[in-house]
């Protein structure tokens, strides 16, 4: 998506509608710092208020994306590109997370054998000792559900039995066998249990609604 274009476009609209950036922001809940950001396209809207801004500024969800107003025309051939640019954008965010994932799961291990290592090795008084391995244990479980988190949410698991690709419950990757990013865990389509591995695409699935 094109930040510059789109912003532009968001700066027309609200002359056209006679909104300064400050009265925008406030029917809008935000800062007028914000506006000003899309408007010189170093950020986009959150989803959250696309719809409300798109209302106020009397275009639809697909103009503001396209950073102009779309023909019936190219109407369809434009929805598809957004959908197509939102979802490599998503991708791309998922690369991240679980990124981040393996560095709060590093960082957890090497934090509590430190303080392990510390409080077994370097003389202390016993009640430092314990202090110690209480901090370690604590940042570990104060980072390990986080993790499994980014595990649970970021791309999808593919059903080796069926194909299936969802987004399992958080439940269920805490529980689940697993090895590195494959889980051995019941698809809720099929409700058969196997190796599921962890895809970052997910194809579109005939058996549901479009």
């Known amino acids: 998506m094109d930040q510059i274009k789109i912003g532009r476009f968001i700066s027309?609209?609200?002359?056209k509608q006679k909104l300064t950036q400050m009265q925008?922001?406030?029917?809008?809940?935000?800062?007028?710092?914000?506006?000003?950001?899309?408007?010189t396209g170093k950020s986009m809207p959150d989803a959250s208020l696309m719809l409300e801004l798109c209302q106020i500024l009397r275009i639809s969800v697909n103009d503001l994306?396209?950073?102009?107003?779309?023909?019936?025309e190219n109407y369809n051939e434009k929805t598809e590109k957004h959908l197509l640019e939102m979802m490599q954008q998503k991708e791309l965010a998922d690369k991240r997370l679980l990124s981040l994932e393996i560095v709060l799961g590093i960082f957890a291990a090497v934090f509590l054998f430190t303080m392990v290592f510390i409080?077994?090795?370097?003389?202390?008084?016993?009640?430092?000792?314990?202090?110690?391995?209480?901090?370690?244990?604590?940042?570990?479980?104060?980072?390990?559900p986080f993790a499994i988190r980014i595990e649970q949410v970021a791309g999808y698991y593919e059903c080796a039995r069926c194909g299936h690709q969802y987004i399992p419950t958080f439940r269920s990757v805490l529980w689940a066998a697993h090895?590195?990013?494959?889980?051995?865990?019941?698809?809720?389509?099929c409700h058969q249990k196997s190796w599921q591995k962890k895809i970052l695409h997910k194809d579109p699935d005939p058996s549901e609604p479009s």
Not at 12 to 15: G, L
Not at 119 to 144: E, N
Not at 179 to 189: D, E, G, L, V
């Open 119 to 144: 409080a077994a090795l370097v003389p202390m008084q016993d009640w430092l000792r314990v202090l110690l391995m209480i901090i370690g244990f604590a940042t570990f479980l104060i980072c390990i």
């Open 24 to 39: 925008l922001a406030e029917k809008l809940g935000i800062t007028d710092r914000a506006v000003s950001k899309w408007e």
């Open 12 to 15: 027309e609209r609200r002359k």
């Open 65 to 72: 994306l396209s950073g102009e107003v779309v023909t019936m």
């Open 179 to 189: 090895i590195n990013r494959t889980r051995y865990m019941k698809c809720p389509h």
